[in-house]
């Protein structure tokens, strides 16, 4: 099972507004370029994200007369350099379609797009706040100023884009998505909170609210969050992963309906819970079954291995438990799985290896409190800047 990590998480939830933006304009350009069956075509290949076969079919196309006609002309080379990745050459037509009309604030903003795709940050910048009164613009010039390393302006431009489009929920979701990259989670569980209900079919909305819970530490918050995503999309594979991790994570046994979602993708994960679920309960044939179904796991399943070493543990089998813990220890030398070992040794009167296993303990401990000082350091930070 993958450990949730938030940069790929955001490559998951939201689709970002740069190619929406530079492509919306395929829909418009179609009526100005009719009068050419060749242009028309290349429109709809376009539209259909048949790049190449659009390029080919506008070789040897002559720019047409008449200022809209020339825009969408550039517009529609500049959709398919975009498509073919060209993004340098996205932005040049964008500039081109620009130049024949400098105040038009739709045109603006599609070239700052095509600049945000090639990596020409400031020249975005200056044209986006052409459209800075939408909320496209708005979206757009968050994710430029978020790519710029401006954090604070990013929020400012999307909580513009919310208050402009409130019934728009990608623009809740960009904010929220930004509050939680830069480790504000308690800001980001609030816009989410509040967004939730005006947006009840949505599951990608409670997907991030679990992450920012998960990240906050509420853990039976983010299960049920999570859960409440599948109920909505049980295809979305990953959220499973991310819902599993919360459960493990979390001090007390998870939510029925959490447990029977980890049951149907994560076995292993499934088969601790209900370890843990059997050690509390005092239930023997429980636990036998899933004891039996975690030997059954890869041995390279650090989840498995660390169960049942918990299990031989709680037995007092410190042979067994010195065994799978030493495994364990390999496949996840977290601070409290070196302390586990080292009560196992201490337990077989094995001295010197449970003091080695105390010091790595400490230096992993070390290591984790400066990434938590890290971490809470940018969150403070942050939140002051908001303020």
């Not at 340098?88 to 739709?106: C, F, I, K, Q, V």
Request: aromatic share 6%; glycine share 6%; charged share 25%.
């Amino acid at each position: 099972m993958r450990r949730l990590r938030l940069g790929q998480f955001a490559q998951v939830i939201i689709v970002g507004t740069i190619r929406s933006t530079l492509i919306f304009v395929l829909a418009t350009v179609i009526e100005a370029l009719a009068q050419s069956s060749s242009l028309e075509q290349a429109v709809r290949f376009a539209q259909e994200q048949r790049y190449a076969e659009a390029r080919r079919v506008l070789e040897g196309s002559v720019e047409p007369e008449g200022i809209t006609q020339r825009i969408a002309f550039h517009r529609l080379k500049a959709a398919i350099a975009s498509g073919l990745g060209e993004t340098a050459a996205a932005a040049n037509e964008m500039r081109s379609a620009l130049a024949l009309a400098p105040g038009d604030a739709g045109l603006q903003t599609a070239t700052a797009a095509a600049e945000l795709q090639a990596g020409l940050l400031d020249d975005a910048v200056a044209h986006a706040q052409g459209g800075a009164g939408t909320a496209v613009g708005q979206a757009l010039l968050g994710d430029i100023q978020e790519k710029r390393g401006q954090y604070l302006e990013a929020v400012k431009a999307y909580q513009a884009a919310v208050a402009l489009a409130p019934d728009r929920e990608q623009y809740r979701v960009a904010l929220a998505l930004e509050l939680v990259q830069h480790h504000t989670f308690e800001p980001a569980i609030a816009v989410l909170e509040q967004a939730a209900p005006r947006f009840p079919k949505s599951a990608r909305l409670r997907v991030l609210l679990g992450v920012a819970q998960y990240a906050a530490g509420r853990y039976e918050d983010a299960e049920a969050a999570l859960t409440d995503a599948l109920d909505l999309a049980p295809e979305l594979e990953r959220v499973y992963g991310y819902l599993a991790q919360a459960a493990l994570e979390a001090p007390s046994p998870p939510l029925e309906r959490a447990l029977k979602a980890i049951c149907t993708r994560e076995p292993v994960v499934c088969s601790a819970l209900q370890s843990r679920s059997a050690r509390e309960k005092g239930d023997a044939g429980l636990q036998a079954l899933a004891v039996a179904a975690l030997k059954r796991a890869p041995k390279n399943s650090a989840i498995a291995r660390c169960e049942l070493g918990k299990v031989y543990q709680a037995a007092a089998q410190w042979t067994e438990a010195r065994v799978e813990f030493e495994a364990c220890v390999q496949l996840d030398p977290s601070p409290q799985n070196h302390y586990r070992l080292g009560l196992v040794y201490n337990r077989l009167d094995l001295v010197e290896l449970a003091q080695k296993q105390m010091e790595l303990r400490k230096t992993a401990e070390e290591r984790k409190a400066g990434d938590t000082a890290r971490r809470q350091n940018a969150v403070q930070a942050f939140q002051y800047l908001i303020k």
